[in-house]
């Protein structure tokens, strides 16, 4: 499982001295001997698995595959430089399809300042696979040090705010998102940000990862998730008896960010608004390990995490 293998690289990949923060956050940190240190992130995607090129344009799938890096990016606060692309093309087809995936990645980039770098060419007799490596640069504080954020820092008593809303991401949205990466840069320079994360995966397993990182747990008020439309939609489609709450839970690829930040802050977050996108308060940091839920009831409960998961042996 994806979980087991981050744990044995964590343990097993040696420290370096230009690496500030390794395995385990939204992106690695290192140290070039500047005032910015970089921040590279790379994600695979593959057709079958995070997109199926017979139900939609390939301009769309280069677009998301730039996009899932930059929202990493966002989660650490840092501004994007540049991307590499590196594809294994089916043979039969590949030219043609390469084309429209850069004709999905360059607006995206252009949009952002990102500079396309280069990156490596592939074809085989299977399907097509892009990998998309971005580069960030940290900004710096008043005193010329780095400053990002990290999944590590949230703290029992502080608050739990989140951007956006959440499920039916299949619906459309997990292509067609905008990383929050202009959000992220204004929440950093104005408000003490002290953890965050991007939902990738799914709202309650990333939450999740971040407490895991910051040694504490979390209460999630439920009646306060933001529940998209799309996850309304799809729960009243489903034949399985899922709520629009449990698809806002565990659906994954909203790409929204999960802030912690300590209380007095968030009240002036929420009061001030200043994103363009809604900020809400979905729960609060608790000492108690663990993932939990309050119920309108007010009834406080374990929360499994949920969402997607990586599996093989």
């Not at 971005?134 to 900004?139: D, E, L, M, S």
């Not at 034949?239 to 839970?249: F, K, Q, T, V, W």
């Amino acid at each position: 499982m994806e979980s087991e293998l981050i744990d044995y690289l964590r343990q097993r990949l040696p420290p370096h001295p230009c690496l500030r923060l390794g395995a385990g956050d939204d992106a690695a940190v290192l140290s070039l001997g500047d005032a910015a240190d970089a921040v590279v992130t790379v994600d695979m995607l593959m057709d079958g698995v995070d997109f199926r090129l017979e139900e939609v344009d390939p301009l769309r799938v280069g677009r998301k595959s730039l996009a899932v890096n930059l929202s990493d990016l966002a989660a650490m606060a840092v501004e994007p430089v540049a991307a590499v692309v590196a594809v294994a093309l089916p043979k039969r087809g590949g030219m043609a399809l390469a084309k429209a995936l850069y004709e999905g990645i360059l607006p995206l980039a252009a949009e952002f300042d990102v500079a396309i770098a280069g990156g490596d060419t592939n074809s085989w007799d299977g399907p097509l696979v892009v990998s998309i490596t971005a580069i960030g640069r940290t900004p710096t504080s008043a005193d010329g040090s780095p400053t990002y954020w990290r999944r590590s820092g949230a703290r029992p008593g502080d608050v739990l705010v989140a951007t956006g809303e959440f499920g039916g991401s299949i619906l459309g949205k997990h292509l067609d998102f905008t990383p929050r990466v202009r959000e992220a840069r204004l929440l950093g320079e104005q408000y003490d940000i002290r953890a965050a994360i991007d939902v990738s995966d799914g709202l309650a397993i990333d939450l999740g990862r971040m407490l895991a990182e910051s040694g504490c747990g979390a209460r999630l008020d439920l009646a306060s998730v933001p529940i998209s439309r799309a996850a309304e939609e799809l729960a009243h489609r489903s034949a399985d008896g899922s709520s629009p709450l449990d698809h806002a839970l565990g659906d994954g690829e909203d790409f929204e960010l999960l802030l912690a930040v300590e209380a007095n802050t968030a009240a002036k977050l929420i009061a001030e608004q200043p994103l363009g996108v809604p900020l809400t308060v979905i729960g609060q940091f608790v000492a108690e390990q663990g993932l939990w839920q309050r119920d309108a009831a007010g009834a406080i409960s374990p929360l499994a995490p949920r969402g997607f998961l990586h599996e093989f042996d």
